[in-house]
């Protein structure tokens, strides 16, 4: 059966090209564009198997449309340099592949691509476009349908006449009235200025047509909508026309000239050898392919005695170490064996031997003998619950790689290797398995795998380093990141003291709070028992017995979700306390008994797991148990922090909280005078801005107004719409509205450095903190409104939320080395958000309350000064 695939390469190839990092072979070729270009080639060719195809290009700056509207696309950034060099490889890898493309001059490859889906159509043969842009949508029949790229190019939308329908009410033709009325910033398209998609669709569902609307003015209902539309009547007409898809173009090629027989490996293998892209080449499963991989059956030295002379070669400087763990949980997890890798060859040693042998463990302990791993702070904890010691870790591969990509989720050593040393090595899984059939290989395997990893730790290192160098993240990485992993090993190591009496006792009392509830929901309700846990069952009192309105609805019946509840709260007492059930509930199976089962019966604390890299923005966060998000908004919830003990009697927990840093960095960036000037006379910030939205004197400000203030200046970090605060606030979106305006004409500064801060991340595709820890943005020129606007929203926050982290990380390594410096024997315990936890000798409590503020408040200088609140008490609870 004949299938025909349209890619539009020139949106491909811009989407491929930011969804992805910058990737460049060792020739320094950029391609990170021809990469993703290529998966979705290949994914394509294996699920659709087409049998005619064509990648249109534009063919250049000018097209036809340029003589109607010499602005159109006047407003599009340049192509990046970077992007630009990488479109030749892509006609260069659409040549090994045979697959046909075309570039039409004075036409765009929507034109092309437009004349060939007519033709299609007409001939009745089903075709598929695949594209980022929704104009193509205008192009479905039938026989032709839109594959819409969402997530970069990870994931396709795939639309007919139906999915059009459902999801617009349109039909193809009137994609174009859309985009005549809604206008395209991308193409600098004008449009009706203030008419937006909504809107827009309403119209069109009323009338059908641009021209239809202009019949029926005097229907549109609103008074400015109707002036908007008779002011803007032929910029409409002339953005219609502009976004018409042209069917007529005068092609070269026919249907017949596009006819795909598939690719020849062969001729595809040298261009992915050139190119490094060693996973594809695997994919295909060729030989050579293989052949790659099979080279790290590897000649590998085992070293089986403690007197054995091998160790003179093993324990050099440099070397890659690879400290093999059973199991997720790498606290006392045992250890399987070892393996180095260095310029005198690859060596296994086994965990006998290793914990035996003097000179290895001395050669461990010596912070004088490099060493690179992947996973510092693991390696190093797994050993010293082992009583080993671990120093002279100069390089971690796995910290590098997410420094490089913090969004990207697989940072496996696995696709490190094949990434930057062209390697292919099995992962744990592979040799392991996994779940129930995980299982231990038999010892040769074992050593090849461990070989494998050393190998590829050694092999990535230096292509990591000069990635770092290159993207100006080496700094970040040596001074922060890396001695920040040792301080994080050392508070899991030494852990924080939990008591477990305390615990119960609380435990018991909510159990009784929650049976009381229980008791008063059931009254609420009628008299009527049902499980309150059931969301069925719950919405079926609600909503059926008691007549409370629906607000939304699930597949599976009425939702019960918090914000729903919320919202009905004040329509009926048992809401309110079905919220307070939730809440205690959870307090009690997730943080009384899960706190309980963490306690480690050995030495009676709870040895938390910091995460280093979760967060795209370089926050921390704890796992098993997560102390990061313990509820304080209830008593119930902030109460648990009294269970969190000194490890002995003549010792406090010390809590130091830098205040609202977050409103102080943003004080900085923005550079803005009245929010410098308030920080500096040490105002209250929140008092401040009420004074200055409200227009009101300090001592009228209410604590309402006050309240507001700070939901706003809050907010504003986040890029918060007039829709959040309206929520937030409980008001109407036209008074958050008018807050934001307010807010931004008393601080013009923060309006300023958020337009500009959007504005670099669209140039430049990352945003960065004040460190130079860089998050990309693939989505920030995005089509597609809601993940535009989440990538702007990202970009106004994460220079903001990554200095707070960088900062409280830097402050933690000072911290650090002036307790080594001065012979302190306090304790960091943990990182919570803008806070730090120290466990602190009665002896030493006068000097430990003026040096961590005096760190913390010195560790960067800002334009406003940072602050520090310190508080100390026998519990955690107690020291706020």
């Known amino acids: 059966m004949t299938k025909m695939i349209l890619i539009d390469g020139n949106s491909i190839a811009n989407r491929a090209f930011y969804a992805l990092p910058l990737l460049n072979n060792d020739h320094g070729i950029y391609t990170n564009a021809v990469y993703g270009f290529t998966t979705m080639l290949l994914r394509l060719l294996e699920e659709e198997q087409p049998t005619h195809m064509l990648v249109a290009f534009d063919a250049g700056k000018e097209t036809f449309r340029h003589q ?76 032709v349908h839109v594959m819409l790229t969402r997530k970069g190019i990870s994931e396709v939308e795939y639309y007919d006449l139906d999915k059009l329908r459902d999801k617009y009410a349109l039909q193809p033709g009137q994609i174009i009235d859309l985009k005549g009325l809604m206008g395209d910033s991308s193409d600098n398209i004008p449009g009706v200025p203030g008419v937006g998609e909504k809107t827009a669709l309403k119209l069109l569902h009323q009338f059908g047509s641009i021209e239809k609307i202009y019949d029926h003015l005097d229907e549109v209902s609103g008074n400015k909508l109707r002036e908007k539309l008779t002011l803007h009547k032929e910029q409409a007409l002339l953005s219609k026309e502009l976004a018409t898809i042209h069917k007529e173009a005068p092609l070269e090629i026919k249907l017949d000239d596009l006819a795909y027989d598939g690719f020849d490996k062969q001729q595809v293998i040298p261009l992915f050898k050139e190119l490094q892209f060693q996973s594809l080449m695997e994919r295909l499963g060729e030989d050579e392919a293989k052949a790659e991989s ?3 059956e590897l000649s590998v030295t085992p070293i089986t005695s403690t007197k054995d002379q091998l160790w003179e070669e093993a324990l050099v400087s440099p070397s890659a170490l690879v400290v093999e763990l059973v199991g997720e949980r790498y606290h006392q997890a045992p250890v399987k064996g070892f393996s180095v890798c260095n310029a005198n060859g690859l060596f296994f040693i086994d965990t006998e031997t290793a914990f035996q042998t003097e000179a290895f463990r001395a050669w461990l302990a010596d912070d004088r003998q490099e060493k690179w791993v992947y996973g510092a702070k693991r390696t190093r904890v797994a050993l010293m619950w082992h009583d080993v010691n671990l120093n002279g870790i100069r390089f971690d591969a796995f910290l590098a790689s997410y420094l490089l990509n913090p969004t990207e989720s697989n940072h496996s050593l696995a696709e490190i290797a094949h990434k930057y040393a062209h390697l292919s090595i099995q992962s744990d899984e592979q040799v392991y398995g996994k779940g129930a059939k995980r299982k231990d290989p038999d010892q040769e395997t074992l050593i090849q795998h461990l070989a494998a990893k050393a190998k590829a730790v050694y092999d990535s290192c230096h292509a990591l380093r000069e990635e770092l160098a290159k993207h100006h993240l080496l700094s970040l990485f040596e001074d922060l990141e890396l001695p920040l992993s040792h301080i994080l090993g050392d508070m899991e190591l030494h852990g924080i003291k939990v008591d477990p009496n305390r615990l119960q006792k609380m435990g018991e009392d909510l159990k009784a709070r929650i049976e009381a509830l229980t008791r008063e929901i059931y009254e609420l309700a009628g008299g009527v028992e049902f499980n309150i846990n059931s969301p069925k069952q719950l919405g079926e009192i609600l909503f059926d ?19 729903v509840l919320e919202k009905l709260a004040p329509q009926h007492e048992i809401v309110s306390k079905i919220l307070d059930y939730r809440q205690l509930v959870k307090l009690q199976t997730t943080y009384i008994e899960g706190l309980l089962k963490e306690i480690n019966k050995h030495t009676g604390k709870v040895h938390t797991t910091f995460q280093q890299t979760i967060t795209a923005t370089g926050r921390l966060s704890s796992t098993e148990p997560n102390l990061q998000n313990i509820p304080i908004r209830l008593e119930e919830g902030r109460k648990i922090r009294q269970a969190f003990v000194p490890s002995s009697d003549d010792q406090v927990i010390l809590a130091a909280d830098y205040s609202q840093i977050e409103l102080r960095i943003l004080a900085h960036l923005s550079e803005d005078k009245g929010l410098v000037e308030a920080f500096r006379q040490g105002e209250d910030i929140h008092t401040k801005t009420a004074m200055d939205v409200f227009h009101v004197d300090r001592d009228e400000v209410t604590s309402l107004m006050r309240r507001q203030a700070k939901a706003v200046n809050f907010g504003i970090i986040y890029g918060i719409s007039d829709y959040g605060l309206s929520q937030n606030l409980n008001i109407t979106r036209k008074e958050a509205k008018d807050f934001i305006e307010r807010y931004f004409e008393s601080f013009p500064g923060v309006k300023a450095y958020m337009d500009n801060i959007i504005k670099k991340a669209r140039e430049d595709g990352y945003v960065t903190t004040l460190l130079q820890r860089r998050r990309y943005l693939p989505e920030i020129n995005s089509r597609n409104f809601n993940l535009r606007s989440f990538a702007e929203r990202t970009a106004m926050n994460t220079p903001i939320q990554g200095t707070a982290a960088d900062i409280i990380k830097k402050a933690m390594i000072e911290i650090a080395e002036r307790l080594k410096e001065e012979q302190l024997s306090s304790k960091l315990l943990l990182q919570v958000h803008d806070e730090l936890i120290f466990e602190v000798p009665q002896d030493e409590l006068e000097t430990m309350m003026k040096l961590v503020p005096q760190v913390m408040e010195s560790t960067i200088t800002l334009a406003v000064p940072l602050k520090v609140d310190v508080a100390y008490g026998p519990t955690w609870y107690d020291a706020k």
């Open 68 to 143: 109607e509207y010499k602005e159109y696309k006047g407003k599009r950034q340049k192509t990046p340099n970077e992007l630009a060099e990488q479109f030749p490889l892509i006609r260069r890898l659409l040549d090994a592949f045979s697959i046909p493309h075309y570039e039409l001059a004075n036409y765009e490859a929507d034109d092309i691509i437009g004349t060939l889906a007519k033709e299609a159509d007409q001939q009745g043969v089903p075709t598929r476009i695949v594209t980022g842009d929704k104009d193509l949508l205008q192009l479905i029949t039938d026989h």
């Open 294 to 296: 099979d080279q790290l």
């Open 545 to 563: 017995k008691l007549g409370l309105p629906v607000i939304k609805k699930t597949k599976t019946g009425y939702s019960t979700s918090a914000d």
